[in-house]
C-alpha cells in the first residue's frame, strides 16, 4: 500500500510527504505498516524543504510554458521567500503578473508530479535528445548509478530531495518583483494558512550580493561549475581568492571602526558555526594595524546566580535568554571601563552556578576598544547603559551562495551544520548523533535571539568559502554515515551524506592556517 493511504481522511493538515523508518519520503511510497508512517507538513523543517521544492517546481513549469527560453537562477532565501533572477531576460511586471497566472492554473489544475530514474546510460541519450542542463550534474556524480528527475506533463526538472506528489498541493504562494529579480513567497511554518507580510533584509541581500564578486571573477555559481575547476588544477587559485575575498572584507570593517571617531565596544553575534572566534581574532589584527588594541571581555562570565536562572516551558534552564545574563553588573562593569577605572572581572563556574573573583582584573586605555561576542551582541538591551555612538556592530555568518545547480541551492544552514558536526566531533568529543540531535535547539535559539536584530548591524560579514564542502566533505561524511535508521536523525544525516557526494575532494594542506575554515579542521594559527 502507498504511504498516502494513511491521510486520506486527514483534513487537519496538509501533509506533504512522510516520514518511514525514519527517512523522508514520497506519499507514494509503497509501505508494509501505516502505523509507521508518520507525516509531514509546511510546520516542520523537512516539510517546508518539500515545499520549497514544489513551488520552484511549478515556477520553473510555469516560465517553461510562458517564457520557455528564460535562463532562470534562484539565488538565496530572504524571509520566507526565495529569490530568483532570470539572466536574459529584463524581470517586468508583466511577466511577473504571466508567471504568478500561470502558476495558479497548475496549481488549480492538480497536476501529477512523477519522478523517473534512468540509469547513466539512458540518461545520456535523454541529454543528447533534449540538449539541457536540467538535472546533467548527476552524471558526473561517481557515488550515484542511476539519475532522476520530475516529470509533470512534458515538463522535466532534477530537484534534490522529497518533491509532492501533485502541483495542488502548493496551495499559498505570491510571486512579487523585487530588485531585479522576483520573490517567490511561502507561508511561515508558524503561520502555515497564509503568506505574512515580507520583512525586508536590505542589508542581508548586500552582503549576499558582495559575494558575487568572487562568482564573477571565477566564473563559479554552482557545484558543478565547482568541480569543473578543480578537475582543471584550480583549486589554489579557487582558494587564495577566496580567502582574500575574506581579508579585504574584514579590512573593510575594520577601516568603517577607524572611520567612525569614539567607538570603544565591538560587539559581534552570528548564529552557530559561523566562525566567530577567527573572525574577532582576525578582525584584531586589522585593528591594530590602525593603532587601535582590542580587549576581548566574555558575556558567558556574566550569568545570573543559577537560582535566578529563568528556564523554559519544560523547566529547564534556559541559558539562552536575555535574562539569564546579569545585566546590571555586566552594564556597570562596561561603564567604568569606559571611564578608565579597572574593574574586577569574574568567571563563571557553570558546575555551580555562581561567579567566582580569581584577581584578574582589567582596565582600559585610550587607545583600547571592547571586543565583546555573544547570542544577544545586536540587541541593545544587553548594553543598554552605553551609549549607540560608542557601539559598533557586527552580525557574521556563512551564508551560502554556490547552488547545486541553478534551481537547488545549497542551505546556509545546512552549510553551517556540517561545520559543527566536523568541529564537534575534532574539539568537543561529540559524534554526530549528538549535534544532530541538539541543531533545533540550537536553531530555535537562533531565530529567537540573533536573526531578529540582523539587519540593526552595522556591517555584516559573509564568512562562507565557496571550497569549504569540498574540504569538510572528508571529515563529516564517516561520522553521518555512522547514523543508521534506526534514529529519527537518520533522514537529516542522509541528506547531507548524498549533497556532500556531489563535491570533489580539496586537500587540507591548501588551506592557510589562518583561514577560518581552520577553526573547525585544526592547524589554526590562532588560538580557537
Known amino acids: ?70 535562463l532562470l537562477t534562484v539565488n538565496c532565501q530572504l524571509s520566507n521567500s526565495i529569490f530568483c533572477s532570470v539572466e536574459n531576460m529584463k524581470v517586468t511586471t508583466e511577466m511577473i503578473n504571466n508567471i504568478k497566472k500561470e502558476m495558479q492554473d497548475i496549481v488549480n489544475s492538480n497536476l501529477p508530479i512523477k519522478k523517473i530514474e534512468m540509469t547513466k546510460e539512458e540518461a545520456e541519450k535523454f541529454y543528447q535528445k533534449e540538449k539541457t542542463l536540467r538535472g546533467r550534474l548527476q552524471l558526473d556524480n561517481k557515488y550515484k548509478n542511476e539519475v532522476s528527475l520530475y516529470f509533470c506533463e512534458n515538463y522535466y526538472n532534477y530537484f534534490y530531495g522529497v518533491m509532492p506528489i ?8 505570491d510571486v512579487v518583483k523585487y530588485h531585479d529579480g522576483f520573490l517567490l513567497r511561502y507561508p511561515d511554518k508558524r503561520t502555515p494558512d497564509r503568506i505574512d507580510k515580507y520583512v525586508e533584509t536590505k542589508k542581508l541581500l548586500h552582503t549576499l550580493e558582495e559575494y558575487e564578486d568572487i562568482h564573477n571573477v571565477l566564473d563559479i555559481n554552482t557545484i558543478y561549475k565547482l568541480n569543473k575547476k578543480i578537475e582543471q588544477g584550480g583549486e589554489k587559485e579557487l582558494i587564495l581568492l577566496a580567502e582574500a575575498l575574506h581579508e579585504k572584507k574584514i579590512s573593510d ?99 555551580t552556578g555562581t561567579k567566582h573573583y580569581n584577581g584578574e582584573k582589567m582596565k582600559m586605555r585610550s587607545n583600547e576598544v571592547l571586543v565583546i561576542e555573544g547570542i544577544h551582541c545586536l540587541n541593545d538591551k544587553l548594553t543598554a547603559a552605553i551609549p549607540k555612538e560608542q557601539k559598533y556592530k557586527i552580525y557574521i555568518s556563512a551564508l551560502t551562495v554556490l547552488n547545486i545547480d541553478y534551481y537547488n541551492r545549497i542551505s546556509t544552514t545546512d552549510t553551517r551544520l556540517i561545520r559543527r558536526l566536523v568541529r564537534d566531533y575534532n574539539f568537543r568529543g561529540y559524534e554526530a548523533l549528538h549535534t544532530l540531535q541538539n541543531w533545533d535547539m540550537v536553531n530555535r535559539g537562533e531565530e529567537n535571539y540573533i536573526f531578529l536584530f540582523q539587519e540593526d548591524a552595522d556591517s555584516m560579514f559573509n564568512t562562507s568559502l565557496i571550497y569549504e564542502l569540498c574540504v569538510l566533505k572528508k571529515y563529516a561524511m564517516p561520522l553521518l554515515k555512522a547514523i543508521d535508521n534506526t534514529h529519527p536523525e537518520y533522514s537529516e544525516a542522509k541528506s547531507i551524506y548524498e549533497l556532500l557526494k556531489y563535491f570533489d575532494d580539496i586537500q587540507d594542506e591548501y588551506i592557510p592556517k589562518n583561514s577560518l575554515l581552520r577553526e573547525f579542521i585544526g592547524g589554526s594559527i590562532f588560538n580557537v
Open 253 to 351: 570593517i575594520a577601516d568603517k571602526i577607524v572611520k567612525r571617531k569614539g567607538v570603544k565596544i565591538i560587539l559581534i553575534a552570528g548564529p552557530s558555526s559561523s566562525g566567530k572566534t577567527t573572525f574577532a581574532q582576525r578582525l584584531g589584527i586589522q585593528l591594530k594595524l590602525n593603532g587601535i588594541k582590542p580587549l576581548t571581555i566574555s558575556v558567558d562570565n556574566y550569568f545570573v546566580e543559577r537560582s535566578e536562572t529563568p528556564r523554559d516551558e519544560n523547566g529547564k534552564y534556559d541559558f539562552e535568554r536575555l535574562e539569564a545574563i546579569d545585566l546590571n553588573l555586566f552594564n556597570d562593569h562596561l561603564s567604568k571601563l569606559l571611564r578608565g577605572e579597572e574593574v574586577s572581572l569574574p568567571t563563571f563556574d557553570f558546575k
Open 1 to 70: 500500500m502507498k504511504a498516502l493511504e494513511k491521510f486520506k481522511d486527514d483534513s487537519k493538515k496538509k501533509v506533504l510527504a512522510c516520514k518511514y523508518k525514519n527517512e523522508v519520503r514520497s506519499l507514494e511510497t509503497e509501505v508494509d505498516n501505516l502505523d509507521e508512517v508518520v507525516p509531514i507538513d509546511i510546520t516542520t523543517r523537512d516539510g517546508r524543504r518539500v515545499y520549497q521544492r514544489g513551488i520552484l517546481y511549478v515556477m520553473g513549469m510555469a516560465f517553461n510554458r510562458v517564457y520557455p527560453k528564460a
Open 166 to 173: 501533485s502541483t495542488g498541493y502548493i496551495n499559498l504562494f
